[in-house]
């Protein structure tokens, strides 16, 4: 009997003692790899911004040019967001519940601007708006600018940010069903009653999400928006614009500082939404 | 469908009408935002015929831009599969102190502006700080603005994508096989290697394709680190910057042309892989 167990530990111990080893290695070596990559990168940014003093980064962000820059990003991430969140609505239910020919297609190209090159983007909207563009003659009949301007960034912004409000939407919408929606049209609702009591209240917390990581996205645009946008200083420099030209011109207080607050933006926006999700989950 | 017949006639009609109004509106809307700029730039870079394309290409410094693009991406494809993997592994299978840190962490990438991230790596790694000026005169290593920067800013950007992908897949296996091959006698290795990872194929795939998807074109991070230096770290999308920058839009249209269609093929790449990982969890 102690023979077996003793026999038995033999066996079992080493065993063990290696997998707790192995463990410790794997967990070590994924610590150290995320600590290399992310953290070391993000400890640097901080300090940067920080070498001067926290005096230095107040002086360096209120100056107007980058007040401007902050402001001009602001704008345009309000705008896209409130666009997507009208046509991503129905661009998602459009994808769970209509059936055409071509629709597995349509999904897929939905993820394009996932994979499409920003620079590419930009360079696609001056193809069309730009000075030789396409639609160059349309656009002076009506004296619309759209390419170095506003209108041209705000395209382009809505470009790179389209999958994240259709694509939160539509697991929500999946997993809802038509259930509801049938019992509401039968009872006499209209089709806008049917979406404002029934289809909204069970989408709210995908719009939330949606939203916020479409603002994250559009606050920190940079190629598209330099391609079409220009980034004239006080006209169409958005945030990501000032720190390119600010590196550029060696002003580094002020390309660190502006880099951590959009830094630190994006990323309570993206943390905050993540930890909520998994604190109602 | 069956409730469809209960359904009024006139309500059946406007339901139809207001269906394919609804349609109309998406359809348009993804024309003018994708299909018609996707259109545009396919005439322009085929304006010359397929020779004039491919004369365009075959420059040295085009196909330099290129071939550096396409290496470096497929370097940090292997070491990101393989660490995000690893990830993934850790974090699904182990419980240990500062897990949920770590969890939290990983989504870090996705939020940070692809420019902050430059900005971040150059600060960490350029040859005037210290830890980048010691490397370089001690080791003789530069990061920035030599490619071995662009491979860790890919690295640093596409570090959530297989991660992502493989979690819910690994959090789902059904364990009983791993512990049928353990009680046969495999040792914990060959149980991950035969057992644990076919499982894992289809998520891994689809997580290393999105990835390099996401690196073709990626531009704020790598003109930061790599600067735009011809023929040594000008990426493709930093070459179709330069062109549009000079007016030439013979060589743009070119370039993005191929890259546009790079992403497709990988973006329905990863639609089937998962399609296909969608059908298998249901089966």
């Known amino acids: 009997m102690i023979n077996v167990t003793k026999m038995r530990r033999s066996v079992v111990q080493p065993a063990r003692s290696a997998g707790v080893w192995r463990r410790q290695l794997l967990i070590g070596l994924v610590f150290g790899y995320v600590g290399f990559l992310i953290i070391a990168p993000l400890a640097g940014l901080v300090s940067g911004a920080f070498s001067e003093g926290i005096g230095a980064i107040v002086s360096a962000l209120s100056q107007p040019d980058v007040l401007a820059a902050f402001w001009q990003t602001l704008l ?18 459009v994808l769970v519940r209509d059936t055409f020919p071509g629709k597995r297609l349509l999904n897929a190209l939905v993820d394009m601007p996932f994979a499409v090159s920003a620079v590419v983007v930009g360079y696609m909207l001056l193809l069309l708006f730009g000075r030789n563009g396409v639609l160059a003659p ?64 069970a989408l709210r917390w995908g719009f939330v999400y949606g939203i916020i990581l479409t603002f ?30 600010a590196l550029d011109e060696r002003m580094y ?21 993540e930890l909520f999700r998994r604190w109602r989950e | 469908m069956t409730a469809r017949p209960f359904l009024p006639a006139g309500l059946i009609k406007r ?72 990830t993934a592994y850790v974090l699904v299978r182990y419980e240990f102190a500062g897990k949920a840190l770590l969890n939290a962490i990983v989504d870090l990438p996705l939020a940070i502006p692809t420019l902050v991230t430059g900005v971040m790596l150059v600060i960490l790694y350029g040859p005037q700080q210290a830890l980048g000026g010691w490397l370089d005169h001690t ?26 992908a493989v979690q819910p897949v690994l959090l789902n296996l059904d364990r009983e096989q791993e512990y049928a091959a353990a009680t046969l006698g495999a040792g914990p290795w060959t149980i991950f290697r035969r057992v644990t990872l076919p499982a894992l194929a289809l998520p891994m795939s689809s997580g290393a394709l999105l990835s390099f998807a996401r690196a073709i074109g990626e531009f704020g991070a790598i003109i930061i680190v790599a600067g735009n230096i011809p023929l040594y770290t000008q990426t493709a999308a930093v070459f179709v910057f330069g062109e549009v920058e000079s007016e030439n839009r013979a060589g743009a249209s070119a370039m993005s042309i191929i890259m546009v269609a790079i992403a497709l093929g990988l973006i329905l790449g990863v639609e089937w892989l998962q399609q296909r990982q969608e059908r298998k969890s249901v089966a």
Not at chain 1, 147 to 156: E, K, T, V
Not at chain 1, 179 to 191: H, I, P, R, V
Not at chain 1, 221 to 236: D, M, S, W, Y
Not at chain 2, 140 to 161: C, K, N
Request: contains cysteine; proline residues 4%; aromatic residues 12%.
């Open chain 1, 253 to 273: 207080v002020g390309a660190y500082s502006a880099a951590l607050v959009l830094g630190l933006c994006s990323l309570l926006l993206v943390l905050g939404t």
């Open chain 2, 139 to 164: 080791l003789g290593w530069r990061i920035i603005f030599a490619p071995p920067g662009i491979i860790l800013a890919l690295l640093f950007i596409t570090f959530p994508l297989v991660v992502r």
């Open chain 1, 76 to 93: 345009i991430a309000f705008i896209v967001v409130g666009l997507h969140t009208i046509f991503g609505t129905m661009l998602a239910w």
């Open chain 1, 216 to 245: 994250a996205r559009a606050l920190g645009e940079f190629g598209a928006v330099l391609v079409i946008g220009g980034g004239i200083q006080g006209r169409t420099e958005t945030a990501t614009l000032y720190i390119f030209r």
């Open chain 2, 15 to 86: 339901i139809a009408w207001g269906r394919h109004s609804l349609r109309a509106s998406v359809l348009a809307y993804l024309a003018v935002l994708l299909i018609i700029p996707l259109l545009v730039i396919l005439r322009d870079g085929l304006q010359e015929g397929l020779t004039g394309f491919w004369q365009t290409i075959s420059q040295p410094v085009a196909w330099h831009a290129l071939t550096l693009t396409l290496w470096t991406s497929a370097v940090m494809v292997i070491i990101n599969t393989v660490m995000g993997t690893l």
């Open chain 1, 138 to 201: 349309l656009l002076a009949m009506f004296d619309i600018k759209v390419a170095f301007a506003m209108p041209g960034m705000i395209l382009a912004t809505l470009f790179v940010t389209l999958p994240f409000m259709v694509r939160e939407l539509m697991p929500v919408l999946k997993n809802f069903g038509i259930q509801q929606e049938q019992a509401a049209a039968t009872l006499g609702a209209s089709g806008w009653q049917t979406f404002w009591l029934v289809t909204f209240p």
